[in-house]
Structures are given as structure tokens and as C-alpha cells.
């Protein structure tokens, strides 16, 4: 089964579950590897006054007590999902030196635009929806192109999963014009992207990005596919792996990506 890049626990503000019920589910499965990429945004809070701020030192050190526990079991790589945004490059100076050398696996989102969170229904108020979603995607190609210290682009639609009408009205083709700046710039600056299968959890029917979009980035000369269920839950471990792989052969890929030590390893998905 493909490994599962993108798993969250309760180090992570909005999951409540304990790493051991993840790594025990993904064993089940059959996975040969996961990676626990729990939440640091900083200077990020949201509606609720609930902040994503990651206890680094004590996720650390759990990370690495349960890859022994675990050795024989699984391989656990140790990732985290950095929010991304503009204004915070001298912090993410600082969490690169003090923490070089920890993290596997580094996931770069956009979760906050403007100091909003895009869960939430004031974030598109108004606002036309497609006005929004193309705001998000020039604010992600910036990230990507002055931000340096992550290994793959998360989630790259995710504001579909919280518009107002969510996909009903969203394509590759009526967006190409700021997904392709988003999609050249991954490539550019030799990050990978992920294809995050919660699309489904959220009732869009297809992965974040859309297959429209993984296409594209073949097309341009994207080489990085990282696999991600964004399971914040144990039930949602590898949720619709088998529709991701189809989806990655349809689009012209015969590898995917995961990351070791920051270095890309490439494995064949059938």
C-alpha cells in the first residue's frame, strides 16, 4: 500500500488522537511507513481563539521514543506542516537553525490568507468566490517562490474544501491563470506536491489538487508527487489510496515521492 506522508495527532491543535492509535492503524493497513506531520502555524489563530502552534521539543521526543518502539513494525518519519506565510521568513530562519537535522519531512500549506483562516465563512464575505480562490493562489505562488525551507506544497486547492459552493464552480481550466504561475514555481524552486486525499473526506469527489492540476504539473516538467491523507482521525489513514493511484498513472506517473532525512526518495505506486 502507498505510505501515508500527511497524519496528524493530538501535537496538532485540531486532532485529538494519540500518535500510537495512527501508527497502529497505518501497521494494520499493511503500510510499510508513515510520516506524522502535525500543525505549526505560527502567528496564526483562529475564530475560536485556538492557536497551531507546535510544542516542537515534546513532539520530538515522542516522534523518536515510538520510531524505537516501532522499528520492527513500521518505519516512522518525523515531518511537521509548517503554515506559510510572508511576513514570518525571520522565524522560519531561526526554526531552520535551531531545528536542522530533525525533521524528515517538511509539508509548506497556505492555511491563513491575510490573517484569516479559510475555514471559515467571514474569510469569503463579501467577497466574490472566485475572487477569493485566485487571491489564495497568487498569496501561494509568493509563498512558494520567497519561502525556501520545506519539501512539498500541501493541499494546493485547499480553499475548494471551505468556499461557499466548495468545487461546484472550480476547475483547473477556469483558474489555469494563477494555478500555472503556483504550479511553475513548485517546479522552479524544486518542491514536490502533494496530493492530499481529504478531497474525498470533504465531499468534492476528487484529491487536492485536482487531477486537472496533477496533469498540468506533469505536463510543465513536475517530477514530485508526495501522497498525503491529511487523517486527523484513524479511520482516514490512506482514505481512497487506491483512487490517488489511479489518478497519478492517468496523469503519467509511475513513482511518488517521500522524504528521508529532506531527501527525496522515489517509489513506484504500483
Known amino acids: 500500500m502507498l505510505?501515508?506522508?500527511h497524519i496528524h495527532t493530538h501535537f496538532s491543535s485540531d486532532s485529538t488522537t494519540p500518535p500510537r492509535a495512527q501508527i497502529e492503524r497505518a501497521i494494520s493497513l499493511g503500510m510499510e511507513r508513515i510520516c506524522i506531520t502535525d500543525h505549526n502555524d505560527y502567528d496564526?489563530?483562529?475564530?475560536?481563539?485556538?492557536?497551531f502552534l507546535l510544542d516542537v521539543e515534546r513532539y520530538l521526543l515522542a516522534m523518536q521514543t515510538l520510531q524505537i518502539e516501532y522499528r520492527k513494525d513500521i518505519e516512522l518519519l518525523i515531518g511537521i506542516e509548517q503554515g506559510l506565510?510572508?511576513?514570518?521568513?525571520?522565524?522560519?530562519?531561526?526554526?531552520s537553525k535551531n531545528y536542522a537535522g530533525c525533521f524528515d519531512y517538511i509539508i509548506g500549506s497556505s492555511h491563513f490568507i491575510d490573517r484569516q483562516d479559510l475555514y471559515y465563512p467571514s474569510f469569503y464575505q463579501g467577497h466574490r468566490e472566485e475572487d477569493c480562490y485566485a487571491h489564495y493562489f497568487d498569496i501561494s505562488t509568493q509563498r512558494i517562490l520567497l519561502l525556501?525551507?520545506?519539501?512539498?506544497?500541501?493541499?494546493?486547492?485547499?480553499?475548494?474544501?471551505?468556499?461557499?459552493?466548495?468545487?461546484?464552480?472550480?476547475?483547473?481550466?477556469?483558474?489555469?491563470?494563477?494555478?500555472d504561475p503556483l504550479l511553475k514555481a513548485l517546479?522552479?524552486?524544486?518542491?514536490?506536491?502533494?496530493?492530499?486525499?481529504a478531497g474525498y473526506k470533504y465531499q468534492l469527489?476528487?484529491?487536492?489538487?485536482?487531477?486537472?492540476?496533477i496533469r498540468r504539473y506533469k505536463e510543465l516538467g513536475g517530477t514530485m508527487v508526495t501522497i498525503g491523507s491529511d487523517a486527523h482521525q484513524p479511520e482516514y489513514i490512506g482514505h481512497h489510496f487506491d483512487d490517488v493511484a489511479q489518478i497519478l498513472l492517468d496523469c503519467g506517473f509511475i513513482k511518488y515521492t517521500i522524504f528521508r532525512k529532506r531527501q527525496p526518495i522515489f517509489l513506484p505506486i504500483l
Not at 496564526?44 to 492557536?51: K, P, Y
Not at 522552479?188 to 502533494?194: D, F, P, S, T, V
Request: glycine letters at 6%; hydrophobic letters at 30%.
Open 205 to 213: 469527489g476528487v484529491p487536492n489538487p485536482h487531477p486537472d492540476i
Open 3 to 5: 505510505n501515508d506522508c
Open 85 to 95: 506565510q510572508l511576513h514570518l521568513r525571520d522565524y522560519y530562519d531561526e526554526f
Open 148 to 179: 525556501d525551507d520545506f519539501d512539498s506544497f500541501g493541499h494546493l486547492d485547499y480553499i475548494v474544501r471551505y468556499g461557499p459552493n466548495k468545487n461546484a464552480n472550480y476547475s483547473y481550466a477556469a483558474f489555469a491563470e494563477y494555478i
Open 44 to 51: 496564526a489563530i483562529n475564530e475560536e481563539g485556538m492557536t
Open 187 to 197: 517546479i522552479k524552486k524544486r518542491k514536490a506536491l502533494e496530493i492530499n486525499s
